[in-house]
């Protein structure tokens, strides 16, 4: 079973920023897509953002992310980054990152291994 650890998150005002962090074992980055994904109180889990495999490092995000937003990865410190900018209200939720080897998605299914999650309030 694959421990992925989220950490990061907290309670910051609107328009203010966070990163989060989800640490893998060592190598995992290199053959797992990662995603971020996101649940709100009463709603459905939501793909946020994800990050291929590959050397390249696609990314995508969800459109009401985008430009907000940024994903990223560090293959020596085997670590994935979730840069949150110009946070708003709506934006709170519990934040999850996820390994999956179906390549880069948004979809929950498409995901194999889970974190515990971290907190992010916005709010004034």
């Known amino acids: 079973q694959m421990r992925l650890v989220e950490s990061g998150g907290g309670l910051v005002q609107p328009g203010g920023s966070l990163r989060l962090s989800c640490a893998v074992p060592p190598l995992t980055l290199e053959h797992y897509a990662m995603g971020w994904f996101r649940q709100a109180p009463g709603k459905e889990r939501e793909g946020v953002s994800s990050?291929?495999?590959?050397?390249?490092?696609?990314?995508w995000y969800a459109d009401s992310v985008k430009g907000r937003f940024t994903i990223s990865r560090d293959l020596a410190k085997n670590t994935v980054y979730l840069q949150m900018n110009s946070l708003k209200p709506e934006d709170t939720a519990v934040y999850y990152c996820?390994?999956?080897?179906?390549?880069?998605?948004?979809?929950?299914?498409?995901?194999?291994?889970w974190g515990q999650g971290t907190q992010v309030t916005v709010s004034s």
């Open positions: 990050i291929s495999s590959n050397s390249a490092g696609t990314t």
């Open positions: 996820a390994a999956g080897v179906s390549g880069i998605s948004l979809e929950r299914n498409d995901y194999d291994y």
